[in-house]
């Protein structure tokens, strides 16, 4: 509840303070008196949007700033700070929040229905809303409001993982192709020099195998050969170092030199006789130097070598790649899990609203035979539509609520038959019914009476005092059949002083109230009837 108000430098206002008590409280005033500019202050208290706009000509900045008293009794202070570069600051005992914060505390605190709310009755798509507020679902609607959240980033990551993935296929499969050109031909790093040397020898083979055979032949095999010669050059130089002792320094050599000379032999000999498979060979090398070439062109620029290092850049794509196939794959997964959490729930969620709307629908009807609308009916239809239901915030349900104003008649989408001041009292009583569990709740109701008058107005006044029973009640009225209901009244009025329009705000009671309901009651100066009429009309509702 409000205990105190106080509003600086907002609009026409320079400077109001109220104290409120419990019990309906009726603001009223003549038509462009700042009866709703209080109204917004309530509403910039609880997190609406706030505009430089609003700060009275000629001042830096507005401040509004309320007592409210907790169903526990603490008190709480909340401050909200406008300035005319834009900027909003709000405060709660003292301390920064965030306008998060602030509609949050508010929510607990003020239930606002501004000027013209009734016509949000119009939207179908709202009805859903009144009837979970009603059924107190809203928490189990914030939880799949959540679910919600998660599977709508879900589907955005995967359309995003999707949209880089894109081309991704194709693109595996080249690279899953060329590696598996590379890896048939096995390459070895440097295989094509050797294979190129290789080859040279191969081209002269005949040259090769004469000259082995030749060489080894005069080494080791004719007659003559340099093996028998040198063999009798050694024995005249041992038959020397025994006449000359100067020889004996070469002798040392002999087993090495002789070793070396058959080492030669013997790679002579090998060497021709490889060479008798040379064509073979030589076919071989031309072959593998062919497949080496070839994969240097398509993945070395020519280079075969460099094949090896495109190897390795190809085999870390395709780890990459292969990566994000996965990475799609998950949040595939994670989509489906987290999809099927929520049609559990929003299914279940379903069930409670279908077991609920019914009670709706009858407290609903009670509450408006209180408000002259004795024969109305009303119920819920939940919309059945082919396929599937559109998933939202609020679930896969589709609901409306429809009414019959007078008895015999079929109900009818609200939307469409409902008149203005039919449009006040549902609003109304769908308001008495959601709030049912939250007494001691602020609740403000700006222009309730629109589109009402006469009886109408009478019980309307009622239900708002039956509500101040339970809730701290503030409500705008131009109609006297209402203010007199109130427990207090606030009069409004706006002045000019010193060249400048300002608006004032006091209590009025006894005589002074007595007044306010008079002139409320015509266009003139009170009458000597119409002072009686306010009086007896005061009596009444007291």
């Not at 679902?137 to 359309?159: H, N, Q, T, Y």
């Not at 030589?282 to 080496?292: G, I, N, P, T």
């Amino acid at each position: 509840m409000i205990r105190f108000l106080q509003i600086k430098n907002l609009a026409v206002i320079e400077e109001l303070q109220l104290e409120l008590d419990d019990g309906l409280t009726v603001l009223t005033g003549e038509t462009g008196a700042g009866k709703s500019i209080i109204v917004g202050a309530l509403g910039l208290l609880v997190g609406e949007r706030a505009s430089s706009d609003l700060i009275r000509t000629g001042e830096s900045s507005s401040t509004v700033e309320a007592i409210f008293e907790k169903a526990d009794g603490a008190e709480v202070l909340v401050r909200r700070e406008i300035t005319l570069s834009g900027r909003s600051r709000a405060y709660v005992d003292g301390s920064l929040v965030t306008m998060a914060d602030l509609r949050t505390l508010g929510t607990a605190l003020l239930d606002l229905h501004g000027q013209h709310a009734h016509q949000q009755l119009l939207n179908a798509a709202s009805h859903i809303d009144l009837l979970d507020e009603f059924s107190g679902l809203m928490e189990d609607r914030g939880v799949l409001s959540a679910l919600f959240e998660k599977l709508r980033s879900c589907r955005l990551a995967l359309e995003e993982a999707s949209g880089e993935n894109k081309g991704v296929g194709d693109r595996l499969d080249v690279i899953r192709f060329q590696l598996a050109d590379i890896q048939e031909v096995g390459l070895n790093r440097g295989e094509a020099d050797q294979l190129r040397e290789k080859r040279k020898h191969l081209l002269n083979a005949d040259s090769i195998h004469r000259l082995s055979i030749e060489a080894y032949q005069a080494l080791y095999e004719s007659e003559g050969s340099v093996i028998d010669s040198l063999a009798d050059i050694w024995r005249k130089v041992d038959e020397l170092s025994e006449v000359d002792d100067s020889f004996k320094s070469h002798l040392p050599i002999k087993e090495s030199v002789q070793s070396q000379l058959e080492e030669l032999a013997q790679g002579l000999r090998d060497r021709s006789e490889e060479i008798d498979d040379a064509p073979e060979q030589l076919q071989e090398v031309e072959d593998r130097l062919a497949a080496l070439d070839d994969l240097g062109r398509k993945y070395g620029q020519g280079d075969v070598d460099t094949v090896l290092d495109s190897q390795v850049e190809l085999e870390a794509e395709l780890k990459t790649l292969n990566n994000y196939s996965d990475r799609i794959e998950g949040l595939t997964i994670e989509l489906d899990k987290v999809q099927r959490q929520y049609q559990i729930y929003a299914e279940k969620l379903s069930k409670k609203r279908r077991k609920m709307a019914p009670k709706l629908t009858e407290r609903l009807e009670l509450l408006m035979g209180e408000l002259a609308m004795e024969n109305a009916r009303c119920q819920f239809r939940f919309v059945q539509k082919d396929g599937e239901l559109p998933i939202t915030e609020r679930g896969v349900d589709q609901c409306e609520l429809y009414l019959a104003p007078n008895e015999g008649e079929e109900p009818r989408p609200l939307a469409r038959i409902a008149s203005g001041g039919e449009l006040s009292r549902v609003m109304l009583a769908l308001k008495t019914a959601a709030c049912s569990d939250e007494a001691g709740k602020t609740l403000v109701f700006d222009e309730v009476d629109a589109g009402i008058g006469g009886r109408v107005a009478d019980v309307v006044g009622m239900r708002l005092k039956g509500l101040g029973e339970r809730f701290q009640v503030l409500c705008v009225t131009h109609l006297p059949q209402i203010a007199v209901y109130g427990s207090g009244q606030i009069d409004i009025r706006k002045v000019v002083k010193k060249g400048r329009t300002l608006t004032t705000a006091g209590a009025v009671s006894g005589s002074e109230r007595v007044d306010a309901i008079a002139a409320m009651m015509g266009t003139g100066s009170p009458t000597v009837q119409s002072l009686r009429n306010a009086e007896e009309l005061l009596k009444r509702a007291q």
